[in-house]
């Protein structure tokens, strides 16, 4: 095997685990005794993309700590459906706070950690896109700005989904929530309008920005790897579908995170100290309809007449991203592994 | 409901306690589905399950499991036009697997190896006479010993292999590949008699007192077409020259010589008469290259190595140093027509090669054997007389080595339950696997690994085979560029990625098992199965 380096072409790196990859190289999702930091029985929906992320994330940095780590969780959608008074769902130890202070609760369980002299366990502050993007930013834009030793985690669904879908700073042009109805020529949640949280984090200066989707394990799991290497301040966004909130078929979860990739919708990559570093190139580029139209929040795009004039702009959107992130990639890079 | 009184703190419980099974209407289930490969395979090999093993370097594992369909894997390796590869659905990706290349390598390690053909079972007592040496006589002899039955094989010719051996030039299967892999079917106790010509079959099997018989020995009547020819022109049958050339004494040939036909036969004269020393050898087709029946890479190799072609033409005369061909054109039902349009073409010799036919005299007066374009057989190889059966090129079917090889199997599970006065044991036969039902995400892009070829100078001047074999590194690359189609492969990906942690993984090799308590349903293990092998089946409500 001199000669040339064995690809396993078979499953590549993109498939969870393989029987003839070395296990170093497997996932932490792929070994038999993972931790399942989130267990069954929990109430999320059919396909839900957030009990996916959260496992993902939470299994690889209970792994990356040897299980030595304090999770804060901020009120939404996965307090609601792992947390039904008497049973939880967590393995892990994990407390619960209010919608917007979660940040805080992180920086004063770190502090009290620092005042006990354990400098072993880590704090990991998780939350949805309304409790970091909207609710919960003052409260992170502290934590950020006194770089606290915390990982925070922004699982992005797009929408206050656990209330009944309605808009959030997260929310994407054009997509339909029960706030932003597409009626007559409006086009679901105007252009323009929402913020992006990860480009905010890294206007912070922190040690540690990436953003992650539940369509790549390797990538996710790398990213919560190198988040936990370091201390201060880190943020991790990921994309998690919402079958509900977004009308996509429950099965389709990881389908539709992965074209929000190769859309160039969702960049993939990583900063460091207020310079983005990397970014991940798209494997297979599609356009933006091949993500769009799949989901209901999005069909007044594709009704009769079709909104080609709102496909294309969001398409810019994508076209820009590509160009800003340079999501084709160098030959070399060429998108495989 | 609880049994604690009112408003009062309860102790932490698991979520476990809520079975959220019942939420589900459509429920996962593993499958196994039959790969194209495997599908296509005249002699019905288990592809996919070969080119598994052979993926974790578990060479040995991997032949043996082929050479429980078939018994000759370095030669067919070689010589197969491999459907298998045609049928792959990585085709559709980027390049079929290069399944014939992986079969050919552990066939040449099995022999290199000195690894052994699996041991015959207990010997039933029963004795079958088997006519003809080739692929098909060979193949049933095979599986008729390892069932346990006394096999004895009548070969006319002077060494074992029929068509093998005098129908293949040694360029596309040396013959000490084929010497070894015929040698390790006697090995396991196959009697042979050489040059015995069976002349009355019910004869030999009442002379052997012989149980059941098979009748392999293949269509050796070559087909003549009327042609003037000049009482100094030189005319050679194809098969004939072919098998000269396997001789001491090849047949003369001289410089310039002409092929006339149009199939694999034809081809292999052509570049045999190149490698006898012919400057000029010419292959005369009355049809266009699309409607030739030889397959494409034998005409792209003889191409390759300075055959020519002459398209749409019929030889009509033949003298002495030159022939005289007519131009033909298609007509609308792509039929050749003669225009009139003659032309002259040098050459010293006319290689015939217009197909042959099955030489039916043997069977003489054998009750209920029906002959009509070969002998009739039924579904289970039996000719129309109780305990004859028969197969390869004799019976009508595509005449190839692999169908030759299929043939032998299923004559010889025939010819065993037929023995037994069971009825035949077919095995259960899967749905196939479609490349739609695949998530070819998984699979990274890969090229295939290109067997080396012999510089084409070196390949006109000798018998040294041409297509050189793929080294191991190159062999496990090419097995791992398997989808593995409808079949899992423990890539743990059902268990990664449901939402409910419903998906066990078992130790390895006993893949994975649902926990129907808490699975939702929700189908996502169905969508990111890389080769297909989960489906959605309805709950029973």
């Not at chain 2, 070689?78 to 290349?101: K, M, Q, W, Y």
């Not at chain 2, 609308?332 to 039916?360: C, K, M, N, R, W």
Request: negative net charge.
């Amino acid at each position: 095997m001199a000669e040339q380096t064995i690809r396993f072409y078979q499953v590549g790196s993109f498939a969870i685990g393989n029987r003839l990859v070395d296990p170093q190289q497997r996932t932490v999702q792929s070994d038999r005794n993972r931790w399942n930091s989130l267990t069954s029985g929990h109430r999320a929906c059919q396909g839900c993309g957030q009990a996916l992320g959260a496992r993902y994330v939470l299994d690889a940095a209970m792994a990356a700590t040897d299980g030595q780590m304090i999770v804060v969780n901020a009120t939404g959608c996965l307090v609601a459906f792992s947390t039904q008074f008497p049973e939880s769902s967590w393995r892990v130890p994990w407390i619960h706070s209010v919608f917007g202070n979660a940040a805080a609760v992180g920086t004063g369980v770190a502090a009290a950690l620092k005042a006990a002299g354990d400098t072993k366990t880590r704090v990991v502050v998780v939350a949805g896109d309304g409790g970091a993007v909207d609710i919960g930013f003052g409260c992170l834009s502290g934590m950020f700005e006194r770089d606290d030793d915390c990982l925070f985690v922004c699982y992005d669904n797009e929408a206050y989904m656990n209330t009944g879908v309605q808009r959030s700073g997260a929310t994407p042009a054009a997509a339909r929530t029960a706030t932003t109805e597409a009626v007559g020529r409006e086009p679901g949640n105007a252009f323009g309008k929402g913020k992006s949280l990860p480009l905010l984090a890294v206007a912070h200066g922190i040690p540690y920005v990436a953003t992650a989707t539940v369509a790549d394990v390797h990538d996710l799991e790398a990213k919560v790897g190198r988040a936990m290497e370091l201390r201060g301040a880190r943020y991790l966004h990921v994309l998690v579908p919402c079958p509900l909130g977004w009308g996509t078929a429950p099965e389709d979860t990881i389908r539709i995170a992965r074209l929000a990739c190769e859309t160039g919708l969702f960049p993939l990559f990583e900063a460091a100290y207020g310079e983005i570093l990397h970014a991940t190139p798209i494997r297979r580029l599609v356009p933006v309809e091949a993500y769009l139209r799949p989901q209901r929040r999005f069909a007044h795009l594709f009704g009769d007449p079709p909104r080609t004039d709102d496909i294309a702009r969001i398409q810019g959107i994508a076209d820009r991203n590509i160009r800003r992130f340079g999501l084709l990639g160098t030959d070399e890079e060429g998108g495989q592994r | 409901m609880s049994e604690h009184p009112f408003a009062v703190t309860l102790e932490a419980g698991s979520s476990r306690a809520n079975l959220t099974g019942s939420w589900r209407v459509e429920r996962p289930a593993y499958v196994d589905r039959l790969p194209p490969c495997n599908d296509a395979c005249p002699a019905g090999e288990n592809v996919q399950h070969w080119l598994y093993d052979a993926e974790a370097g578990s060479y040995e594992a991997a032949w043996r499991s082929l050479v429980e369909d078939n018994p000759l894997p370095a030669t067919c390796g070689r010589v197969c036009f491999h459907p298998c590869e045609t049928a792959c659905n990585r085709a559709r990706l980027d390049e079929a697997v290069g399944i014939h290349a992986v079969e050919r390598f552990l066939g040449d390690a099995a022999v290199s190896r000195r690894w052994r053909l699996p041991e015959p079972a207990a010997a039933s007592g029963f004795r079958i006479l088997v006519v003809g040496s080739g692929p098909a006589g060979l193949s049933a002899a095979y599986h008729l010993a390892r069932l346990g039955h006394e096999v004895v094989i009548h070969e006319a010719a002077p060494a074992a292999g029929g068509m093998l051996r005098y129908g293949i030039p040694a360029y596309r299967l040396p013959r000490a590949v084929l010497d070894a892999e015929v040698g390790a079917i006697f090995d396991l106790g196959v009697g042979l008699v050489l040059n015995r010509a069976v002349t009355d079959i019910a004869a030999a099997k009442a002379e052997g007192d012989f149980d059941a018989v098979y009748l392999a020995f293949g269509a050796q009547l070559s087909r003549r077409a009327y042609i003037p020819a000049a009482d100094s022109a030189r005319v050679l049958d194809a098969l004939a020259f072919l098998a000269s050339s396997e001789g001491a004494e090849p047949a003369a040939i001289g410089r310039r010589v002409v092929v006339y036909g149009g199939g694999d036969t034809a081809m292999d004269a052509a570049r045999s008469a190149r490698r006898l020393g012919a400057a000029e050898a010419v292959i005369v087709y009355r049809r266009t290259r699309e409607r030739m029946p030889a397959h494409d890479v034998e005409v792209e190799e003889a191409l390759a190595e300075g055959v020519s072609v002459r398209w749409l033409s019929t030889i009509s005369r033949v003298d002495e140093d030159k022939i005289v061909i007519e131009k033909m054109e298609l007509d609308a039902a792509g039929f050749p027509q003669p225009t009139g349009e003659y032309d002259e073409l040098g050459a010293d010799s006319v290689i015939l090669a217009l197909g042959q036919d099955a030489d039916v005299a043997p069977i003489g007066d054998l009750a209920g054997v029906e002959v009509n374009d070969g002998v009739v057989v039924d579904d289970h190889m039996m000719t129309g007389c109780p305990g004859v059966f028969a197969g390869g090129d004799m019976v009508r079917a595509e005449r190839t080595v692999t169908v030759a090889i299929g043939h032998g199997k299923k004559a010889a599970r025939s010819i065993d339950a037929w023995l037994a006065g069971k009825p035949e044991h077919a095995g259960e036969r899967h749905e196939l696997a479609p490349f739609e039902d695949l998530n070819t995400w998984y699979y990274a892009d890969a090229p295939r690994t290109v067997q080396p070829e012999l510089e084409a100078v070196r390949r006109q001047t000798g018998f040294e085979e041409v297509v050189g074999g793929l080294t191991e590194s190159n062999a496990l690359f090419e097995a791992r560029r398997c989808m593995s189609c409808g079949n899992c492969f423990e890539c743990d990906n059902c268990y990664g990625v449901c939402p409910d942690n419903a998906v066990s993984k078992l130790a390895a090799g006993d893949r994975y098992a649902f926990d129907y308590d808490y699975c939702k349903g929700c189908g996502i293990c169905v969508a990111e199965c890389p080769c297909g092998a989960i489906v959605m089946v309805p709950e029973l409500i």
